[in-house]
Nanobody, 115 residues
């Protein structure tokens, strides 16, 4: 069984920064993709950023230049550094781990950006 535990959400003013972290445990295939998705009230869950075990990153257009995803393969952790936050970034952020057609999700962490 795989578990994902997130931390680092909170309340921040517009223009501020937050760092999200996620630790995965359990039976994890070496070649995998970890990342972050978010879901705002009344909206569908959307991709924010992902990073493969080989280090290839993928970002949603709305976070390019502001967010940075990174990972530590030895510790099975993924981080999301969020800078220049905007009120529209307010959402529940979910950690994701994917491999061999399996998807695992964390419980979500709230990020609220005040204007």
């Amino acid at each position: 069984q795989v578990q994902l535990v997130e931390s680092g959400g909170g309340l921040v003013q517009a223009g501020g920064s937050l760092r999200l972290s996620c630790a995965a445990s359990g039976s994890i295939f070496t070649f995998n993709t970890m990342g972050w998705y978010r879901q705002a009230p009344g909206k569908e869950r959307e991709l924010v950023a992902t990073i493969t075990s080989g280090g290839t990153t993928n970002y949603a257009d709305f976070v390019k230049g502001r967010f940075t995803v990174s990972r530590d393969n030895a510790k099975n952790t993924v981080n999301l550094q969020m800078n220049s936050l905007k009120p529209e970034d307010t959402a529940v952020y979910y950690c994701n781990l994917a491999f061999i057609r399996r998807n695992y999700w964390g419980q979500g962490t709230q990020v609220t950006v005040s204007s």
